[in-house]
């Protein structure tokens, strides 16, 4: 069923933002990368092809992409960049990932040295960002034989763990105002006021796909990625998923969301391979069924994806980064955000 309705996704996928490259097809780019790595059928790297191609020009460019605009979201996808250059050798596909480095080379960043969430977002951190930008710095880093690259994006991610974490909960707040100005940030912490699951779903992607690149130098970050999964597991609803405000069941209207579910399923399908953790045992299957169901006319679709959330201005509305805030986002079907991580899980599941 799996493969089946990642196939049929793929094959009916529209970019996300019209073609343009953005990070929400990354999600997609991934997991077909990791249905190609784990199984090895070609299907998945044809489908990968179709759909990134026409977003990469014959020389590196990349359809919609600003390097000034200094977005941390636009460098996600750039893992599949390099996947497609591991296999082919084409030398576009270099040339695009090597613009997506230049970017993080002038990225703006915290008096802390955390890369800015992105250019209109000063002086913050989110976690989001850490999964957007660290793995693709350090994977290429490495191919670039960039040893102080790596060390660079180890210690950013070092400092945004220390920074983010509430030490009572031992969650992560979703982000970070350094400069104390953004009305959604509590005036004497900067942080925003609840724990958003998904926010903390992208950063346990984060440390163990770097876990997994970095081998024995992840060691200063093993400890404190062992604590958050192990933390991440203790609030699953029993049978199951996680809800919205991860750590509210009491809240009203809070609700198992499945993007969030997925991401953590992924990252404790991960650390259990690098032994990080060992309480994935039979996680995927139950959360696969609680966040697929059956359509009319046959097939799946996964349902209660919280369609987007954030911080400050958006479309003529505040977004104040409370609980309650976050339980009036609009929940979806079949959003990327949610279908990508879901099927990067089930990718682990099938070796």
Known sequence: MLAEFLDDYARSYQPYKGGKWCYEDGCLYRALELWHVETGEARWLDHLDRLADPQIGPEGDLLGYG?????????LPGRTLLYLYGLTGEARYRKAADL???????HPRTQSGVYWHKLRYPWQIWLDGLYMGQPFRIAHAQLSGDEAGVADSLAQLSTGL?????????????AYDEAREQPWADPGTGFNKAFWARAIGWLAMALVDVADLVGEDFAPLRARTCAL????????????????????PDLEGNYQETSASAMFTYALLRGARLGLNDIADGLAPLVMDKALR??????????????????????????????????????????????????????????
């Open 67 to 75: 390097l000034s605009d200094y977005n941390i979201d636009n460098i």
């Open 100 to 106: 997506l480095a230049r970017q993080l080379q002038t």
């Open 162 to 174: 220390n920074t983010l974490i509430d030490p009572a909960s031992g969650l992560y707040w979703h």
């Open 229 to 248: 999964l192990e933390k991440i597991a203790a609030l699953r609803v029993p049978d199951g998923l996680w809800l919205q405000v991860i750590d509210r």
């Open 294 to 351: 059956p359509k009319a006319g046959g097939g799946h679709e996964m349902v209660e994806i919280c369609e987007v959330a954030g911080l400050g201005w958006y479309e003529n509305r505040f977004r104040d980064g409370s609980a309650a805030y976050y339980l009036t986002e609009a929940r979806v079907k079949d959003d990327v955000k949610g279908v990508g991580p879901l099927m990067m899980a089930a990718a682990l599941m099938q070796r």
